[in-house]
Every structure is written in C-alpha cells, then in structure tokens.
C-alpha cells in the first residue's frame, strides 16, 4: 500500500520554528489536493493547511501568518514551514494526499512546543 513519509517533526520552544516534510511516491497521479492536518491528545483530527490542484492554498484561522504550506513538484515533496510556533500547536502532524484513487496518509510526525 502506497504511503506518505514525514519527517522534521521534534521538540521547541514556544516561538521556534520547524520545518516538516512529505515524501509522495512518484506512482500518484490525479493529485486533487495536498495537506497537512493535525491531532493533539484527547482532540479530533483537524486541517492545518492544504494545496489546491490549482495551487491555491488554505490554512486554518489558528496558524494563518504563521505557517506556509508549499510543493516541490520536481522532488514530490511537500513542506510544512511553522514559525511562531506555540504550545498549543503540540499534536501529531499527518501528511495528507487527496488524488483519483482516494486518500493517501503518512504515519504522522510528532511535534511538541515547550512554554
């Protein structure tokens, strides 16, 4: 089964910065939409941002300013730079892939922000 793999996940203090990563198999095709979401204990899975297959994006209200979503298309990657990061954006960050033949997830990536 065709999986996603994170990376970049790990522990900061409150303002730093991280940056995650999405590997997607070149074997995808009729990508719709890419995204990250995210779940912190005890919360339900939530989107944080996502490309559009127009290459328009969308972030949630919380990270807006703070996070940028992009794509290198040529190494099939997709990144998540978070700056200003803030305790409450501790959770498990899942690599989201929305193409013709359904969704694709990563295994998720732990990011914890320290007060």
């Known amino acids: 089964q065709v999986q996603l793999v994170e990376s970049g996940g790990g522990l900061v203090q409150s303002g730093g910065s991280l940056r995650l990563s999405c590997a997607a198999p070149?074997?995808?095709?009729?990508?719709?939409?890419m995204g990250w979401y995210r779940q912190a204990p005890g919360k339900q899975r939530e989107l944080v941002a996502r490309?559009?297959?127009?290459?328009?994006?969308n972030y949630a209200d919380s990270v807006k300013g703070r996070f940028t979503i992009s794509r290198d298309n040529a190494k099939n990657t997709l990144y998540l730079q978070m700056n200003s990061l803030k305790p409450e954006d501790t959770a498990v960050y899942y690599c989201?892939?929305?193409?013709?033949?359904?969704?694709?997830w990563g295994q998720g990536t732990q990011v914890t922000v320290s007060s």
């Open positions: 070149g074997s995808i095709s009729s990508i719709y939409t």
């Open positions: 989201n892939i929305l193409a013709g033949a359904g969704y694709y």
């Open positions: 490309i559009i297959s127009s290459a328009s994006t």
